[in-house]
């Protein structure tokens, strides 16, 4: 079974710059999660979305983050403008459907200059 | 609010030998999840155990098992027989119960270090 896949690994830009991450679930995942992991620290979710709907997004800085996911399988994660405290790692995560175990990505490693 | 606390940044234990890794949580609730979870530094977060609150028997998968105290509000995690592949960040998670609401509460995490 092919695991959650995301893309870029890395990303450095400069602050006030634009950046986006990409994420493809297990196939067949209806509930798919965005997680922000600064140094240090645990995750963070940012955003949950239930098939194309989204559950929670309480936590997501909706002036600068914003995320979708149109046909309910793969997730795009946008910064607009990205400022320094968001270098962290970013993380997807699928679930067969609420309540079932969390599947993580690899992340992707963004450095803001 | 949930709250994760694992007050050991580091812990290292020689390879072959038992190490136990504490977790506290704080929650009104009385139905939830608990998860430890293992993120090497290919950061990809791994499953290692997960417990029900309302399962009164402690979880165990091969050479993981916790120690689960409700009352206490504890959940640690022992390894026995560590091997070199165990060397990683763990973190300790919380999760409600219901559907609807599944984010995983993170604690700041415990770097294992497994000495050959």
């Known amino acids: 079974e092919a695991g959650v896949a995301q893309s870029p690994r890395y990303k450095i830009i400069e602050k006030r710059q634009s950046v986006a991450f990409w994420c493809n679930p297990i196939?067949?995942?209806?509930?798919l999660y965005w997680y922000q992991q600064i140094l240090g620290q645990g995750p963070k979710l940012l955003i949950q979305?239930?098939?194309?709907?989204?559950?929670?997004d309480s936590q997501l800085p909706k002036d600068r983050f914003s995320a979708e996911r149109l046909k309910g399988v793969d997730s795009t994660l946008k910064i607009q403008p990205a400022k320094l405290e968001d270098s962290a790692v970013y993380l997807c995560?699928?679930?067969?459907?609420?309540?079932?175990?969390?599947?993580f990505g690899d992340g992707t490693r963004l450095s803001i200059l | 609010a949930q709250t994760v606390t694992q007050s050991q940044p580091e812990m290292s234990v020689q390879e072959a030998e038992t190490v136990t890794l504490s977790c506290t949580y704080d929650?009104?609730?009385?139905?939830?999840?608990l998860f430890w979870y293992k993120q090497p530094p290919s950061r990809q977060m791994i499953l290692v155990i997960r417990?029900?609150?309302?399962?009164?028997q402690n979880a165990t998968e091969n050479r993981f098992s916790v120690n689960f105290q409700k009352a206490a509000k504890s959940f640690s995690l022992k390894i026995s027989d560590s091997q070199l592949g165990d060397a990683a960040m763990y973190f300790c998670?919380?999760?409600?119960?219901?559907?609807?609401?599944?984010?995983?509460?993170f604690g700041t995490g415990t770097r294992l270090t497994i000495i050959p």
């Open positions: 998670a919380y999760r409600f119960l219901n559907f609807g609401n599944e984010k995983l509460t």
């Open positions: 995560a699928s679930s067969l459907r609420g309540g079932q175990p969390q599947h």
């Open positions: 196939s067949g995942h209806a509930t």
């Open positions: 417990q029900e609150a309302y399962k009164q």
């Open positions: 979305f239930q098939n194309n709907g989204v559950v929670d």
């Open positions: 929650t009104s609730e009385s139905d939830y999840y």
